[in-house]
T-cell receptor
Framework: DAKTTQPNSMESNEEEPVHLPCNHS???????IHWYRQLPSQGPEYVIH???SNVNNRMASLAIAEDRKSSTLILHRATLRDAAVYYC?????????FGTGTSLTVIP | EAGVAQSPRYKIIEKRQSVAFWCNPI?????LYWYQQILGQGPKLLIQ????????DSQLPKDRFSAERLKGVDSTLKIQPAKLEDSAVYLC?????????FGEGSRLTVL
């Protein structure tokens, strides 16, 4: 399984964009990159995933490096409700391994 | 659409006692996972089922943990006997096409 590395914590001001990085240098060509977030006292929830191309959905955008060794989750306008732990995981054949994630603090 | 259901939400036991957690995945989801999440850490995969067969249980402490998924639907995770270090949230998740759906988890405290 591909190991992922993320910063332990990040801060953002409310209504500003947030770029959350993830390194996955051992990823294989068929591994999808998934992002999940976990609010306090809840299970993780799906945010976005992609393989090679950048992806957008209503929650966020995912920018994948050309060599696929890193990716960035972009929250276009952070809100207080976005304060959570964000996990990136490389998925092969429905197998998901999580690291320690990035704890995002949003400052009002 | 109903989400992943787990019970109980909270359980407090003494060490060496046994405990069981139940999970009902989203209808039609063939793949089911159990994760252990210790405070301050990311979820750790314990076991993955595809229908009622085990795909990966390499990180399941088999001397004390067991899990089954009869009929390929509901699943039960059992710990016997429990140790202090088993205090954690036990998360169940399921998937159909690659997006994981998690339950709210079962918080276990071992005294």
């Amino acid at each position: 399984d591909a190991k992922t590395t993320q910063p332990n914590s990040m801060e953002s001001n409310e209504e500003e964009p947030v770029h959350l990085p993830c390194n996955h240098s051992t990823i294989s060509g068929t591994d999808y990159i998934h992002w999940y977030r976990q609010l306090p006292s809840q299970g993780p929830e799906y945010v976005i995933h992609g393989l090679t191309s950048n992806v957008n959905n209503r929650m966020a955008s995912l920018a994948i490096a050309e060599d696929r060794k890193s990716s960035t989750l972009i929250l276009h306008r952070a809100t207080l409700r976005d304060a959570a732990v964000y996990y990136c995981t490389a998925n092969t054949g429905n197998q998901f391994y999580f690291g320690t994630g990035t704890s995002l603090t949003v400052i009002p | 659409e109903a989400g992943v259901a787990q019970s109980p939400r909270y359980k407090i036991i003494e060490k060496r006692q046994s405990v069981a957690f139940w999970c009902n995945p989203i209808s039609g989801h063939a793949t089911l996972y159990w994760y252990q999440q210790i405070l301050g850490q990311g979820p750790k995969l314990l076991i993955q089922f595809q229908n009622n067969g085990v795909v990966d249980d390499s990180q399941l402490p088999k001397d004390r943990f067991s899990a089954e998924r009869l009929k390929g639907v509901d699943s039960t995770l059992k710990i016997q006997p429990a140790k202090l270090e088993d205090s954690a949230v036990y998360l169940c998740a399921s998937t159909l096409h690659g997006e994981l759906f998690f339950g709210e988890g079962s918080r276990l405290t071992v005294l």
